[in-house]
């Protein structure tokens, strides 16, 4: 029997460039009869015609499956879609704006079935990347790493062939606040990796502004490692200890000189520091408290509102 590779992209706003994805896709689906094939779209509630250009493409191979979420979820939830509904016996992930080449797709299916269970592409370069950016992406998963012990690799994504295996323990695993790069780590299994080079966008630009990497970059943090709230503990600590032999000092001081009119601007950095300190403390209990209160809501993660051939 045929062995079943599910194709998944999750896309938001990318009208102009599916079609052309799907092009490359069907070349690459033609081409290897040996397997069957499902090319799962999962629209993320996209503002432009991108569900219709779906449907369109359901309409003229029934290959083609496509989920529509209820609205814009972010494209970590929208993967746990395609992964809940995806079929086949291995599972490709990619980008709908081409900067995943399609070619990749028969090396990383020939290390499959050579028994490896996630194989994952890593990016040769980082294209126009800004050098602040390229510096402060290897900062975050240096700390990433050193904290969170597992290996966050850098440059490497969401381009990879996930096994059935893969995929059912991805699925178990419905945080709302989702690092799903940090879960293909976590997860372990037969890992292997190839490189590509990876193109320019096709159409439109990238929906991960800063803010929206700053996030996510919270997120990866937060969902594997309480290292922050450790370093809050040891600094509280330290600022203690300093705080507790210099009020010997001022106390002595004063006992010996009777001088207690003195030191207002010492006074003045004494407050503003300790009230810094502490509101950091605060901000970071703050930020894993938020995530329990989401967790603890037990919302769904996303929400459909059509779907076909899935
Ligand atoms: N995407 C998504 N939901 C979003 C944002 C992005 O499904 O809210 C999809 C997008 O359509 C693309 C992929 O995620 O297929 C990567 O997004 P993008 O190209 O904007 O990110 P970048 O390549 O800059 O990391
Ligand atoms: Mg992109």
Known sequence: ??????????????????????????????????FEWQVLLVDDGSKDSTLQVCKTLRQTDDRVAYIGLSRNFGKERAMLAGFDHATGDCLVIMDADLQHPPH??????????????????????????????????????????????????????????????????????????????????????????????????????????????????????????????RISTILGFIVSICAFIYMLYVLIKTCIMGDPVQGFPT????????????????????EYLARIYQETKHRPVYLISEKEGC
């Open 104 to 229: 990749v797709i028969p090396q990383m299916l020939q290390y499959w079935q050579d028994g490896y269970e996630d194989v994952y592409a890593k990016r040769n370069d980082r294209g126009k990347e800004s050098w602040l950016r390229r510096k402060l992406t290897l900062a975050y998963y240096k700390l990433l790493q050193k904290s969170a012990k597992i290996d966050v690799l850098p440059n490497v994504g969401d381009f990879r062939l996930l096994d059935r295996k893969c995929v059912d323990a991805l699925k178990t695993m419905r945080e709302s606040e989702r690092y799903t790069k940090g879960l293909y780590c976590w997860m372990g299994f037969k890992k292997k990796e190839i490189t590509f080079d990876q193109g320019e966008r096709y159409a439109g630009k990238s929906s991960f502004n800063f803010s929206r990497l700053m996030g996510l970059a919270v997120n990866g943090i937060t969902s594997y490692t309480v290292a922050p709230l």
């Open 1 to 34: 029997m045929k062995k079943k590779v599910s194709i998944l992209v999750p896309c938001y706003n990318e009208e102009k460039s599916l079609p052309v994805l799907y092009e490359q896709l069907k070349q690459l689906m033609d081409g290897h009869q040996d």
């Open 267 to 286: 006074l003045v950095i004494l407050i503003l520091f300790l009230g810094g300190v502490q509101l950091l403390a605060i901000g970071i209990i703050g």
